[in-house]
């Protein structure tokens, strides 16, 4: 096989993602550092809707999200609410930092078994309006989580 | 005052930092899964001629750093190597993973004075071939640490 159909299908970062415990607070010290206004922080949509998996399981877990666009990446801040996740586990064993970078992918399912053939497992899934994700344990490998996203 | 001048020059991410145990084993990782070639590490210039500064004292530390370029981002992983340094101190207090986000900036004397005014003190800094960097401390504010790129 070709490298094309063994490796990931992108390698464009267009996201680094943050943990944080004050959303807020830690949006108002990014805008004051970049000269901008402070962005609205928004909710992760309810399981019901969202599909979210976590370690296979379904959970409650949602996040605030807050974005700052940095050139084509953009800075997403993440401040964990209720219910187990990758980000509150990242938040308990880590603390706030950087969780992960993200890749706009096509093929969810086909790329999240390329990656759990290398040995990276998949963490968390869910889906927002008009795409999917998916958070990949690259720790071992990458030192990094990876979070794959997929619009319609 | 306004914006412009309170605030840093630049708001585009021009790199990732990783910070990592074994730069020829995690280079691999990523070259496998983006399916292109493995990159050749190189060593930072020694103090001698990079005028290394880590909290205001000379220091021996040097780093292997190895490149990956995804999109207008770099993704720089990072091997320190003896001395006391950032990189060598997030290493032994948080292990591997993501150590900075990189901006290109004009006048590194100011934009690192107007930083320290923000609560975000230096940390490191040295010279490279055409240029400076500086490691900022924003993990109070900002939960990571911010390089700052000046190239001539």
């Known amino acids: 096989m070709s490298n094309s159909v063994e490796a990931l299908g992108s390698s464009v970062i267009v996201q680094v ?7 807020e607070k830690t949006a108002k010290a990014y805008a004051d550092l970049f ?9 992760t949509d309810p399981e019901e809707k ?47 930092g950087v969780h992960h970078i ?9 790329q999240v078994a390329l990656l759990a053939g290398k040995g990276m497992p998949l963490v968390q899934r869910g889906e927002y309006t008009g795409g999917r994700y998916a958070y990949i344990d ?10 794959l996203l997929e619009n319609d």
Chains 1, 2 share one sequence.
């Open 50 to 96: 969202a599909h979210t998996r976590y370690r296979g399981q379904p959970t409650e877990a949602r996040a605030k999200l807050a974005f700052f666009r940095l050139g084509s990446v953009s800075l997403e801040l993440i401040e964990p609410v209720g219910g187990p996740s990758t980000w509150q586990e990242f938040l308990d064993t880590n603390g706030e």
């Open 35 to 43: 000269g901008v206004d402070v962005p609205q922080w928004s909710l």
């Open 102 to 110: 993200a890749f706009h992918i096509k093929g969810m399912d086909e």
């Open 138 to 147: 690259g720790s071992a490998e990458l030192k990094l989580i990876l979070e």
């Open 17 to 23: 993602g943050l943990i944080v415990r004050d959303i």
